[in-house]
């Protein structure tokens, strides 16, 4: 699914493409150019974040009796969006070193830092500003913003339509654009999936009875 840009309204793709599916899926705001299909601007967060992270009432609509939800934003809260987010380890956070992941992402941490000095500059004439904690950039405040509204977009529509079982991937140690590191994400998912093993088996169960 994705979002209208101009009309806010869940597109909900049935039919067509899937690669042009998935790219307006991941139209992520201001990281990802919005995508121009059936006579529309297409956007939305890295898991349908923008109207509906986590689709429930889409699979109730196309007929799912039992809807089994991932939810990507459990532990989203908290994470550092530096420029090009880094590898993580919990352990080692004081020697964090960032990463080049892209061109356009090397030029994206640039602009950030460029407009936050001369913003900086500009405000330091207006307000008398003695703090010396480095301000956060461009970059970390539009990702962070996006987290935030992401999580409370989730639980507010997790609240009015749960599913049946929610499956909560640990995954805030992955960076945004960190696509190279499609392993631990696949890692994480399994061994959350292994966490609620007992209840999806008495869910099948359930299900199984219920069709004899």
């Known amino acids: ?20 599916a998935i790219r307006a899926s991941i139209a992520l705001p201001g990281f990802f150019t919005p995508v121009y299909l059936n006579d529309q601007w297409l ?25 089994i939800a991932v939810n990507l934003n459990g532990d989203l809260l908290g994470r ?11 352990a080692d956070d004081d020697q964090e070193k960032p990463r080049d992941i892209s061109a356009e992402l090397s030029l994206l ?27 956060p950039g461009l970059f ?19 609240a009015g339509d ?21 392993a631990e994400g696949i890692a994480a998912g399994r061994e959350s999936v292994l966490a609620v093993r007992s209840a999806l088996e008495h869910l099948l169960e359930k299900i199984s009875r219920r069709r004899r």
């Open 162 to 182: 749960p599913p049946d079982i929610t499956i909560t991937p640990r995954v805030r140690h992955i960076g945004l654009l960190e696509f190279d590191r499609a």
């Open 109 to 135: 941490q640039r602009l950030s830092e460029e407009m936050k000095l001369k913003a900086d500059a500009l405000l330091g004439h207006v307000f008398d500003n003695n703090h010396k904690v480095q301000a």
């Open 1 to 20: 699914m994705a979002t209208g840009l101009y009309n806010g309204r869940e597109i909900w793709f049935q039919e067509g493409p899937l690669l042009e």
């Open 140 to 158: 970390e405040v539009l990702a962070g913003s996006i987290a935030i509204m992401q999580d409370r977009l989730t639980r507010s529509r997790m």
């Open 80 to 90: 550092r969006f530096n420029g090009a987010d880094h590898h993580h380890d919990e």
């Open 43 to 67: 956007v939305d967060g890295v898991d349908g974040g923008l109207v509906n992270p986590v689709p429930i009432s889409l699979c109730r609509a196309l007929g799912a009796e039992t809807v």
